[in-house]
């Protein structure tokens, strides 16, 4: 079965699939993916713990108290999260406490949409405690796991919004968007993701979100019938590449070569290519 990962990856570069996932070479941790992991296990574990919190928090709680109470949560855990990481950012090269202050403003501002959203919520249906948590809409669900065996086909969702009758997807990225809506590679992501919600529950899942963490923009992505299409074609693509013996060639874009973490063992082998020519 084939990983939503590895479709974007060949979209990044064959070659460098193939290096990784035919030849089994392993890219030296890169600063930016480490801190996107970092990222990444902060969402998840405020996702997965978020109903003990709400369900201490009291109706009667001013707007500063729930913010409060917000922002530690989030502090403790991000601060879990660096701990837990510390391995790989010492390898990237990183100070655990250099990421930890990076961070600490991007999830204070998290804290406070979140806990504007609770907090609405709680005061405009007069609940709290376990009721509120039974009641407030969406539920969120990361990193979701699913598969599909008529698609071939798995991933590991970062958020999923999940509605009365609605399920959307929602892809957490680093980095910036483009000028105009969002990177084709991750609207083919959450194409796929979509793609495979829709499989698992059977219902129509239209739309998913992008969320561009560090330029805190959220685009909404339409999942039109030529996203779905690429999916499939790229689902091919990929199981074709892992049956070929034959390396892809170099990437016309020099620009991906260039933050490339196994550009030194790719370009050394273009040498031994020529001169089986
Ligand atoms: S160096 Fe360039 S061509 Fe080689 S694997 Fe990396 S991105 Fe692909």
New binding site residues.
């Given amino acids: 079965m084939v990983s939503v990962t590895t479709l974007t990856s060949y979209l990044?570069?064959p070659?460098?699939l193939f290096?990784e996932r035919v030849e089994g070479y392993v890219e030296i941790p890169r600063g930016v993916l480490v801190k996107g992991a970092v990222k990444h296990r902060v969402f998840d574990e405020l996702t997965s713990s978020e109903e003990q919190l709400i369900s201490s928090l009291k109706k009667s709680f001013d707007w500063d108290t729930t913010f409060e109470q917000y922002k530690s949560y989030f502090s403790r855990i991000l601060r879990r999260a660096v701990l837990k990481s510390a391995k790989q950012i010492k390898m990237a090269q990183l100070n655990p406490m250099a990421v930890f202050n990076e961070f600490q403003l991007f999830f204070s501002k998290e804290a406070e949409t979140r806990a504007r959203y609770v907090f609405d919520f709680m005061q405009k249906n007069k609940i709290d405690g376990s009721e509120l948590w039974s009641q407030l809409v969406p539920k969120i669900k990361s990193e979701y796991k699913v598969s599909s065996q008529v698609l071939d086909l798995s991933g590991k969702i970062d958020r999923v919004e999940v509605y009365p009758e609605q399920l959307i997807p929602i892809e957490i990225k680093s980095g910036n968007p483009p000028r105009e809506g969002a990177w084709e590679n991750h609207k083919v992501q959450l194409a796929a993701y979509a793609l495979l919600l829709e499989d698992k529950f059977g219902i129509k899942v239209s739309e998913g979100v992008i969320h561009y963490v560090d330029a805190n923009q959220k685009i909404d992505v339409s999942i039109n019938p030529f996203l779905r299409e690429q999916v499939k074609e790229l689902i091919k693509n990929v199981k074709l590449l892992f049956k070929s013996r034959k390396i892809p060639?170099?990437?016309e874009n020099?620009n991906?070569?260039a933050v490339?973490?196994?550009?030194k063992k790719?370009?050394s082998l273009v040498t031994d290519e020529k001169q089986n020519i």
């Fill in positions: 990044y570069c070659r460098k290096l060639p170099i990437a020099k991906k070569c490339c973490g196994l550009r790719c370009h």
